[in-house]
């Protein structure tokens, strides 16, 4: 099949605009099954983070690194997080210019509050698991390609 240059130019015919999409319905998704817990879902993947290492506080710098976010826009999701009673942020004692930040216990409890959003999630998307976990690993493998040598985490 040939496509001419214009064909290719076609709206349904762009990933980026499938990937776009896809993240709009999925984020809109948790949107739902979040509000119980009076996060957003770029509050709920910052929780997901610091639930990683939940004995550990992570610098504001870490937390953007792994999540992708400016410090624009995680200072101000950080201040939310904190107000909502989830997470205590304090300069670090031995380098003055780095900010903290850590679970409180309330943070902590949340993390059984959510648990079962993973398998909503799932359940919502009308995929299996082992879809889900094929298309999570292209993604990743797509953005270490477009990031140009960005390093590709480890499939779960």
């Given amino acids: 099949m040939v496509v001419t240059t214009y064909e290719q130019m076609a709206l ?5 605009f499938a990937l776009h999409a896809a993240s709009r319905a999925v984020t809109r998704a948790y949107g739902p099954l979040l509000a119980r817990a009076g996060l957003t879902y770029p509050q709920y993947v910052t929780m997901l ?3 990683e290492r939940p004995s550990e506080p992570m610098t504001v710098g870490e937390l953007g ?3 992708r976010f400016e410090t624009g826009t995680l200072t101000p999701l950080l201040k939310r997080l904190e107000a909502l009673g989830y997470v205590r942020r304090a300069r670090d004692r031995a380098d003055e210019r780095r900010v903290l930040v850590e679970l409180t216990e309330r943070g ?3 993390r059984d509050e959510l648990a079962t959003v993973p398998s909503e999630i799932v359940q919502a998307s009308g995929l299996d698991l ?3 976990a094929d298309l999570r690993q292209r993604l990743v493998e797509l953005v270490h390609h477009l990031d140009a040598g960005a390093p590709v985490p480890p499939s779960t």
Avoid: N, P
């Fill in 108 to 110: 902590l409890a949340l």
């Fill in 65 to 67: 690194g792994r999540l």
């Fill in 49 to 51: 983070t610091l639930w």
């Fill in 130 to 132: 082992d879809d889900i």
């Fill in 12 to 16: 349904d015919r762009q990933l980026c």
